[in-house]
């Protein structure tokens, strides 16, 4: 199915920062390799626990490791803290208080550290990889904000797409590796005006759609679970393939998976259950595969962005999206290590 040329949405009315998610229910620890998958696996777990407030306009939800907010316009956004990720196959976990920023210290067995270095309000500043000699690559620099910048959203008027459809968007199923990695190699199909934040990347349609994506909609997973049947992780195994050699070649790539549902069920359960297959995709891409998980980054989307315009069932809608964000993150700059914390984009 030829996908629908992107349009242009109306941005959110409360421009207000999404909420920082609850915290962990206890300190972060490592989880050995093949451990038992720890927490709720379905919606029905934790569904009861579900809290909803009002807050400066907007309903907010929050539920253990998610907060959910709905715009009164209609959008609806969810955040989670992604060092759950990271306590896989680490040796050690540390913490530590740097003024007003908290710095994640993940300690792997080879002796190589990855940093996450978060602000006040609990966003995402900077993401580190240390070697074992010290020497340091920042891959995440989420510091910048360029004057003017309001809020999480970026309302941009639909790229101008020069390249086939199905080269903007790709089927895995019907895709050579090659064109897996070519695809996750590409550059954007439109001027980048300058660097985005983390937020604004996830948070806003237009600007995610500058680059090109892979869908893998093959992946069945249970009603109401995010698990990955052992018979299913195979599916992921081109998609791997194609990160681990792109991430080979410039170590400071990032890469979002998205989760996408189908429209049956309610828009909140949708976005809570596209957001954790997301999460469950990339952690199942680093425990399975070795794929860096400092090299992803993973958000739900629920079924706000459906490829089949249909309330029903639908495979097709019921997917995980890989796209290179490397090239939004660094202002058009790809190639280039990111600028020192703080500092705009050379242009």
């Not at 451990?35 to 929050?62: H, L, M, N, S, Y």
């Not at 740097?98 to 994640?104: M, N, Q």
């Amino acid at each position: 199915m030829q996908p629908a040329p992107p349009v242009r949405r109306p941005p959110p009315t409360v421009t207000a920062p999404i909420p920082a998610a609850p915290p962990p229910a206890q300190a972060l620890t490592p989880i050995p390799p093949g451990a038992a998958p720890q927490g709720p696996r379905r919606i029905d777990d934790f569904r009861g626990e579900r809290r909803e407030t009002e807050q400066g306009g907007r309903k907010v939800f929050t539920e253990p490791g998610r907060v959910i907010v709905v715009d009164p316009g209609g959008q609806a956004f969810i955040r989670h803290n992604e060092m759950d990720r990271f306590r896989f196959g680490a040796r050690d976990i540390r913490t530590q208080q740097v003024g007003a920023e908290t710095r994640t210290i993940v300690i792997r067995p080879d002796g190589t550290q990855i940093i996450n270095v978060v602000g006040r309000d609990g966003q995402l500043l900077r993401r580190i990889r240390r070697d074992q000699r010290g020497r340091e690559i920042i891959i995440i620099d989420n510091s910048y904000r360029p004057p003017g910048a309001v809020g999480f959203y970026v309302d941009l008027p639909p790229p101008v797409i020069g390249i086939p459809y199905d080269r903007y968007i790709v089927d895995a199923e019907d895709a050579s590796p090659d064109l897996i990695y070519d695809t996750m190699e590409a550059p954007p199909v439109d001027r980048i005006e300058r660097r985005y934040s983390l937020d604004e990347i996830r948070y806003s349609p237009s600007v995610r759609q500058l680059m090109p994506s892979i869908d893998l909609n093959t992946i069945n997973f249970e009603l109401g679970s995010w698990e990955i049947p052992p018979d299913q992780a195979a599916k992921l195994q081109a998609i791997a393939d194609g990160l681990n050699r792109a991430i080979a070649a410039n170590p400071r790539e990032v890469f979002l998976i998205e989760g996408h549902t189908d429209a049956t069920g309610n828009d909140v359960d949708n976005l809570s259950l596209s957001d954790r297959r997301a999460q469950a995709a990339a952690e199942l891409l680093t425990q399975q595969f070795a794929v860096p998980a400092e090299n992803l980054t993973s958000q739900g989307y629920g079924s706000q962005y459906l490829k089949e315009q249909t309330d029903g069932p639908s495979r097709i809608n019921r997917r995980v999206t890989v796209r290179r964000i490397t090239p939004l993150l660094n202002g058009g700059t790809a190639s280039l290590p990111p600028p020192p914390p703080g500092v705009p984009p050379p242009r």
